[in-house]
Structures are given as structure tokens and as C-alpha cells.
């Protein structure tokens, strides 16, 4: 999660571009494009198709401002989606088989740099403390259906297990994740 | 669909969150959406929820091309229109100025109405193409010199405020000549010195609600 005032900075932000604030929008694209783009990454897995998703994103949060709604979400779940949905969109679009979890967490593999691990070490204790505690199942179909758009008959088939498996998965795993984050 | 039960509302919330909703009761759960704050309370939750599975993708650093293109798409009317010039020294502008200064002075004699804005519509190599005047409550278009252009494009005018992002005063007359009724807000907008703008779109209008197109004409309104 992220801290109270960097999510008061992004929300004032997003505030001033839906006022037309040119500056303001470039400080909210330092802020948050690498982590756009680390997400549309993540969805589609190819960079020139990726780079288009995050261009988009902005060019949509630059119009779409003032449609943010606080009460309603934090200011990066609201970009994120924008750009996780332009995304999957994408996936549709193409008919590209993404690679699979295991092939991308190999891809991911990499080190980390020092800067990552430490930006994604204050936060990521907690969700990885929780992802782990979901059984396999229930963790692939959730970041499947997450990241790649895919219906529940789509994961069936992907997974070879049968529909109402993959539905029990699903909505066992969020609610052990939700409860597990909100402890 | 029943919708009472907190555990159904909830399980339903996080189809919607994750994405897993076929598109019927998607919209249909985005109509209870907007009548229940409990709803949205508990689809908030679900989405902070799912978006901390982002939290721990490494930061992708963004090459720099792609912020020029977000500024070339948001800001169509900096990139296209080109930089001002010392207009008013040539002879053909004194004589365009004479024309014009006709050209109002004819058109407040004929109409009982006065015209509270005008301005001259330039092309991009500043050839004098379209003659609009703003009314209370519609704008006034003559075609000056259009260039031709393929029968599956519009001409879409635009009012851009100093600092601000162009609004659509909607589709011209294909000829472009006509009226063009203006909503009260389209009329608001209008001023001494407010960017109006032509783009060209395809056939019946920017399919997004923002210009799509290249800028075609462009000239600042003045107030008469």
C-alpha cells in the first residue's frame, strides 16, 4: 500500500490537470509512468505494445480527470485500471496468447536494482506474505484473470480444470487475500 | 439477480473488480453502482485490493518519445498550428485587413443583431480561409477559401481557452457555411482572444470527444 501523503500528492494532482494544469500532469507523469508501465508490461508483455498502453493511459487520465472520484479509489488504483483495462482491450484485440505465469516469472527473475528492492520492499512484505499463503491454484487464477482479461471459461480452458473450480478459486482467494491484507 | 445479501453484494463486487463479469450485469451492476454508496464502499475495497498485486512489479523506466507523444495528442493545437508571425506588415495582410474591416462593417449594417466576437480562420501557411462571427446563442460561418477535402471527413470547430483543452463547438456545415447553434456553456467559452480551431476528423465528428485530427485552421477571436 502506498503511504497516506503520496497518495494526497497524486489525488491533488490529478485535481489540477482536471483544472487544465499542463505542469501538473507532467509531475503526475514522473510520479507514476514507470509504475504504468510496469503494469501494462506485466498484461501484454511485449515493450513497443506496452509503451502504447502508457501513452494512452496518460492521454486518458489527462481528459479524464475530473471524473476521479476519491471516495471511490485510491488515485493509483484509478490510473492502474485505466491502464490494466486499455491492456486487456489490447490482449482481446490481438488474440495474442500471453506467456504463461511461469515463463513470465522467469522473465522477472532478474535483480532487481537496489532502488527497486527498496521502493517495492515497503509494501511488498505484507501482499507477498499473503500471496503465499493462497494455494497455487487460487494465486494463478487470480493474477491470470487479473492481468490477462481472461473469463472464467477462458481460465478453465487455460488451466484444464472445470469451470466451477476456477469460479471457487477465484472467490476463495480474494476473500483469504482481502482478509490477509486487512489483518 | 438477487442483491441484498451482504455476501452476494460483496462476491459480486469483486467479479466486477477482477473483471469477471460477463457485460450484461456489468452494466447492470454499474447502474446499482451509481444508487448505492454501500456498493461502492465495498468495490473500492476489492479494487485497493487487487491493485496492491501491482505493488511489486519493478518500476519500467518510460523512454522519452512516449511523453512527446502524450503532449502531441493533448495539445494538438501547440504542435500544429505554427508560430506566430509579424502578419501585419505585408500588403496582402493590409489589404486582407481592409477586406475584413468591410466585410464587418457590411455585416453589422445588414443584421439587426450584432455580431459580439469575430475572427478569421488562417490556414497553415496563413492563406485567409473561413470567416466566422459569434452571436448570442450560434456562430456565423462564410467559407473564405477551403481546401478540398475527402467525402469521409468532417471539419470540427474548436474553442480553446488560454491554458486550457480545446471543447468541441461541434461539426461544420459541409461547405462550410451555415449556422452553428451554440449551447450556453459553448457560449461561455467564447472571449477576446480565445483560440478557435478546425480540425479535421472523421465523418461526423471526433470519435473520442478531443481533437483526433491535424489542425487545418486556426485564428483568435475579437472582440467588435
Known amino acids: 500500500m502506498l503511504q497516506a501523503s503520496e497518495n494526497d500528492t497524486l489525488r491533488q494532482l490529478l485535481v489540477d490537470c482536471a483544472q487544465g494544469n499542463r505542469r501538473a500532469f507532467e509531475t503526475l507523469y514522473h510520479c507514476v509512468s514507470a509504475r504504468l508501465h510496469a503494469v501494462a508490461l506485466r498484461c501484454v508483455n511485449r515493450r513497443e505494445v506496452a509503451e502504447e498502453i502508457v501513452q494512452e493511459s496518460f492521454v486518458r487520465i489527462w481528459h479524464n480527470a475530473s471524473r476521479y472520484d476519491p471516495q471511490l479509489s485510491a488515485p493509483l488504483t484509478w ?30 527473475d532478474e535483480a532487481p536494482t537496489a532502488h527497486e528492492q527498496l521502493a517495492s520492499d515497503r509494501d511488498a512484505v505484507a501482499l507477498n506474505r499473503c500471496l503465499e499463503e493462497l494455494e497455487g491454484m487460487q494465486r494463478q487464477s487470480i493474477l491470470t484473470a487479473y492481468f490477462h482479461g481472461l473469463s472464467n471459461a477462458d481460465l478453465a480452458a487455460q488451466m484444464s480444470a472445470p469451470l466451477g473450480s476456477v469460479k471457487s478459486w477465484i472467490r476463495r482467494g480474494m476473500e483469504r487475500l482481502r482478509r490477509c491484507l486487512e489483518s | 439477480m438477487n442483491y441484498q445479501s451482504p455476501e452476494r453484494r460483496r462476491a459480486l463486487a469483486a467479479d466486477y473488480a477482477i473483471g469477471l463479469m460477463p457485460p450484461t450485469a456489468r452494466r447492470h451492476f454499474e447502474r446499482l453502482l451509481d444508487e448505492d454508496p454501500e456498493l461502492r464502499k465495498d468495490l473500492a475495497r476489492w479494487q485497493d485490493v487487487l491493485a496492491t498485486l501491482t505493488d511489486t512489479l519493478p518500476e519500467e523506466p518510460v523512454p522519452d518519445h512516449v511523453w512527446q507523444a502524450i503532449v502531441a495528442r493533448i495539445d494538438p493545437q501547440r504542435l500544429h498550428v505554427p508560430a506566430k508571425r509579424p502578419l501585419w506588415t505585408g500588403p496582402r495582410m493590409a489589404a486582407l485587413a481592409a477586406v475584413l474591416v ?22 497553415a501557411n496563413e492563406q485567409p480561409a473561413l470567416r466566422l462571427q459569434a452571436f448570442n446563442g450560434y456562430l456565423e460561418l462564410d467559407p473564405l477559401s477551403l481546401d478540398a477535402m475527402a467525402k469521409d471527413k468532417s471539419l470540427e470547430l474548436w474553442a480553446i481557452p488560454a491554458g486550457g483543452k480545446p471543447v468541441s463547438l461541434g461539426v461544420m456545415p459541409t461547405l462550410g457555411k451555415g449556422r452553428m447553434k451554440l449551447t450556453e456553456r459553448q457560449q461561455a467559452l467564447l472571449g477576446a482572444a480565445v483560440t478557435m480551431a478546425v480540425t479535421l476528423e472523421p465523418a461526423g465528428g471526433s470519435p473520442t470527444g478531443d481533437p483526433t485530427g491535424p489542425v487545418v485552421y486556426h485564428g483568435q477571436l475579437a472582440s467588435l
Not at chain 1, 82 to 103: C, G, N, V
Not at chain 2, 111 to 117: I, L, S
Open chain 1, 79 to 108: 490510473m492502474t485500471n485505466i491502464t490494466r483495462h486499455l491492456a486487456i482491450d489490447q490482449l482481446r484485440r490481438r488474440h495474442e496468447e500471453p506467456l504463461s505465469d511461469e515463463q513470465l516469472h522467469s522473465l522477472s
Open chain 2, 102 to 123: 468591410l466585410a464587418v462593417g457590411v455585416g453589422l449594417a445588414l443584421r439587426p443583431e450584432h455580431a459580439q466576437y469575430a475572427t478569421t480562420l488562417v490556414s
